[in-house]
């Protein structure tokens, strides 16, 4: 029931187009899925349970749930504990790219103390594998502020 249709989209002024990928949102640790029908003035709701339909599908599934912090402050400390669902477990996580210091748990948590000073963009990326070696990539951006 979700009222989207496939192509281009213009916003009410015609100024703006937007494609699928602006209209529709997922929000796994809500079961939330959110669209912005054609006619531009609400957004409707959609309680959907991703890894439910998985489990009930019984296909292997390897996702991250969860959105990294975009920014901290130089001279603090980022924290950040992964959410990754997967239908196989013993799940393996590893920093492939990210600033030296940066550091990931067994468990997923990822960490970093930010040096003072520091002030920039940083790329990071984190390879998990599941007990079934099914690989997946976690990339984001962390933005060290002054």
Same mark, same amino acid.
């Given at each position: 029931?979700?009222?989207?249709?496939?192509?281009?989209?213009?916003?009410?002024?015609?100024? &703006?187009?937007?494609?699928?990928?602006?209209? #529709?949102? =997922? /929000?796994?640790? %809500?079961?939330?899925?959110?669209?912005?029908?054609? @006619?531009?003035?609400?957004?409707?709701?959609?309680?959907?349970?991703? &890894?439910?339909?998985?489990?009930?599908?019984? #296909?292997? =599934? /390897?996702?991250? %749930?969860?959105?990294?912090?975009?920014?901290?402050? @130089?001279?603090?400390?980022?924290?950040?504990?992964?959410?990754?669902?997967?239908?196989?477990?013993?799940?393996?996580?590893?920093?492939?790219?990210?600033?030296?210091?940066?550091?990931?748990?067994?468990?997923?948590?990822?960490?970093?103390?930010?040096?003072?000073?520091?002030?920039?963009?940083?790329?990071?990326?984190?390879?998990?594998?599941?007990?079934?070696?099914?690989?997946?990539?976690?990339?984001?951006?962390?933005?060290?502020?002054?």
């Amino acid at each position: 029931d979700v009222a989207i249709r496939a192509g281009e989209y213009g916003d009410f002024h015609g100024r &703006e187009i937007l494609t699928l990928a602006r209209r #529709v949102y =997922f /929000l796994p640790n %809500a079961n939330l899925l959110i669209t912005l029908p054609v @006619s531009n003035k609400s957004l409707v709701l959609h309680y959907f349970d991703l &890894e439910q339909k998985l489990r009930e599908s019984g #296909v292997d =599934f /390897l996702y991250v %749930a969860s959105r990294a912090p975009a920014s901290v402050r @130089s001279g603090g400390f980022y924290k950040y504990q992964l959410d990754v669902k997967s239908k196989n477990g013993n799940i393996n996580y590893e920093v492939v790219a990210g600033p030296p210091s940066m550091r990931v748990s067994k468990d997923g948590l990822l960490t970093w103390r930010i040096p003072r000073g520091s002030n920039e963009q940083h790329e990071v990326i984190v390879s998990i594998t599941d007990g079934k070696n099914q690989q997946a990539t976690h990339t984001f951006t962390v933005t060290t502020l002054p």
